[in-house]
């Protein structure tokens, strides 16, 4: 193989063989997507973190920590606050484990 300065080919490549690192990669993936959702929608609806605190019922630090990536205390209870109070439907779907193949 040929060398790369791609950091997602050398994390892929690193976690191959390791499906612990693998499940931690995922579970940091999906955090930061749920964050990114979380920023994005409070964005699109033109409010701040504090005026989604309000409306959510919490303080504005709350609503930092839940756009964070790193964070990993998402719960459905609030993802289902944040989505009624920007008249916005929650949806969860599960797709399949894609199984790699070894050629």
């Not at 080919?9 to 191959?16: F, H, Y």
């Not at 839940?66 to 990993?72: G, K």
């Amino acid at each position: 193989m040929a060398k790369t300065s791609d950091a997602l080919k050398i994390i892929e490549k690193m976690n191959r063989n390791n499906p612990e690192l693998q499940e931690m990669v995922a579970e940091s993936a999906i955090n930061a997507e749920v964050a990114q959702l979380i920023y994005e929608a409070r964005t699109k609806a033109g409010l701040t973190q504090k005026q989604l605190a309000d409306l959510i019922g919490t303080k504005q630090p709350v609503v930092a920590r839940l756009e964070d990536a790193d964070y990993e205390g998402h719960s459905l209870a609030m993802l289902q606050r944040i989505a009624r109070a920007l008249n916005q439907r929650l949806e969860i779907h599960l797709t399949p484990i894609k199984q790699e193949q070894h050629v």
